[in-house]
């Protein structure tokens, strides 16, 4: 895929991170929409296709692991281009696929920890990657990956019913209980879902709130684009919580207007450093997150 056909799938697929991109340079700009066209195939192919596609994502993570250098990689989208320049890159872009790779049938998450582990595997991933894109030396993977984490948390708590219509239900059962999801959906008691979706928000925010404490670790010219992401993601959830069964009828969304605003503080925040983040997230249940290499860091954080 070239960098022209990347950039068209990002406009395409991915408006907030598209939007937040146009704050990075050049270089960073163009990385970041190939490996997140490369991400949109992968989830593409683990949630809307079949038996061929689902064949497919087993090709892709055959030829990573055979040679993430090789023209065999690069017809599965992969940007070899990544690998050459930033080394091992490919080892955390396994485990993505692999985690995809397990969600592409029915499912049903149990606890609040195999919720984090999930998260981690298809998005804290993905923050791994764009570390090493956006110059973030390897103290800043946690961060990286809990921002992650925190956006696919917000994924979750919007796509309840488009999640539930491809028979997946990733509010975790030791949070509903009993609750007759397809009933609640359909407009009777919507109070256990309700109930789970703030549980699920607030959790998020915790992982926004340990990424962006992180942030200081971004090089200045890559800091404001994904502090923009982070904010305009965040806000999803702000959407969501305002009537959460109404996100279940029509899709939360966030208006033009008030992305320019978070993009505006977060061009204005720029030079703001954090701190570091509370070992406390850690401790609910993701993984330690792994250096770029993929290597696991030892012990929490």
Same mark, same amino acid.
């Not at 990002?10 to 146009?22: I, K, N, V, Y």
């Given at each position: 895929m070239s960098a022209g056909e990347a950039q068209q799938v990002l406009a395409r697929s991915g408006r907030t991170f598209h939007l937040a991109s146009r704050l990075l340079p050049a270089r960073m700009r163009t990385d970041a929409a190939e490996l997140y066209a490369f991400c949109r195939y992968m989830d593409d192919l683990a949630d809307e296709g079949g038996a061929g596609d689902h064949g497919q994502l087993a090709g892709a993570i055959a030829a990573l692991e055979h040679d993430p250098l090789s023209d065999e990689a690069a017809g599965f989208g992969w940007p070899v281009d990544l690998e050459a320049r930033f080394g091992d890159i490919s080892k955390i872009a396994l485990m993505l696929t692999r985690a995809l790779a397990e969600d592409t049938d029915a499912r049903r998450i149990a606890t609040e920890p195999e919720l984090l582990r999930y998260a981690f595997g298809v998005a804290g991933t993905v923050g791994l990657m764009m570390c090493r894109i956006l110059g973030a030396p390897p103290a800043g993977a946690q961060a990286a990956s809990h921002l992650g984490i925190a956006m696919q948390l917000?994924?979750?708590? #919007? $796509?309840?019913?488009? $999640?539930?219509?491809? $028979? #997946?239900?990733? =509010?975790?059962? %030791?949070?509903?209980? *009993? /609750? $007759?999801?397809?009933? /609640? +959906?359909?407009?009777?008691? *919507? %109070?256990? =879902?309700?109930?789970?979706?703030?549980? +699920? +928000?607030? +959790?998020?925010? %915790? @992982?926004? #709130?340990?990424?962006?404490?992180?942030?200081? @670790? =971004?090089?200045?010219?890559? #800091? /404001?684009g994904i502090l923009a992401a982070a904010a305009c993601y965040r806000e999803i959830g702000v959407v969501v919580a305002r009537d959460i069964p109404a996100s279940w009828r029509q899709r939360a969304v966030v208006p033009g207007r008030r992305k320019a605003v978070l993009v505006a503080r977060a061009l204005a925040s720029t030079a703001v450093p954090g701190r570091v983040a509370r070992p406390a997230i850690a401790d609910r249940g993701a993984p330690p997150a792994p250096h770029a290499s993929g290597k696991q860091f030892e012990g929490k954080p």
């Amino acid at each position: 895929m070239s960098a022209g056909e990347a950039q068209q799938v990002l406009a395409r697929s991915g408006r907030t991170f598209h939007l937040a991109s146009r704050l990075l340079p050049a270089r960073m700009r163009t990385d970041a929409a190939e490996l997140y066209a490369f991400c949109r195939y992968m989830d593409d192919l683990a949630d809307e296709g079949g038996a061929g596609d689902h064949g497919q994502l087993a090709g892709a993570i055959a030829a990573l692991e055979h040679d993430p250098l090789s023209d065999e990689a690069a017809g599965f989208g992969w940007p070899v281009d990544l690998e050459a320049r930033f080394g091992d890159i490919s080892k955390i872009a396994l485990m993505l696929t692999r985690a995809l790779a397990e969600d592409t049938d029915a499912r049903r998450i149990a606890t609040e920890p195999e919720l984090l582990r999930y998260a981690f595997g298809v998005a804290g991933t993905v923050g791994l990657m764009m570390c090493r894109i956006l110059g973030a030396p390897p103290a800043g993977a946690q961060a990286a990956s809990h921002l992650g984490i925190a956006m696919q948390l917000t994924n979750i708590a #919007r $796509d309840v019913r488009e $999640d539930y219509n491809r $028979d #997946r239900i990733y =509010l975790p059962a %030791e949070w509903i209980g *009993a /609750a $007759d999801v397809a009933a /609640a +959906l359909a407009g009777g008691n *919507a %109070e256990p =879902l309700v109930a789970a979706t703030r549980r +699920l +928000l607030a +959790l998020a925010e %915790e @992982f926004y #709130r340990s990424a962006h404490a992180g942030m200081h @670790f =971004l090089p200045l010219r890559s #800091r /404001a684009g994904i502090l923009a992401a982070a904010a305009c993601y965040r806000e999803i959830g702000v959407v969501v919580a305002r009537d959460i069964p109404a996100s279940w009828r029509q899709r939360a969304v966030v208006p033009g207007r008030r992305k320019a605003v978070l993009v505006a503080r977060a061009l204005a925040s720029t030079a703001v450093p954090g701190r570091v983040a509370r070992p406390a997230i850690a401790d609910r249940g993701a993984p330690p997150a792994p250096h770029a290499s993929g290597k696991q860091f030892e012990g929490k954080p």
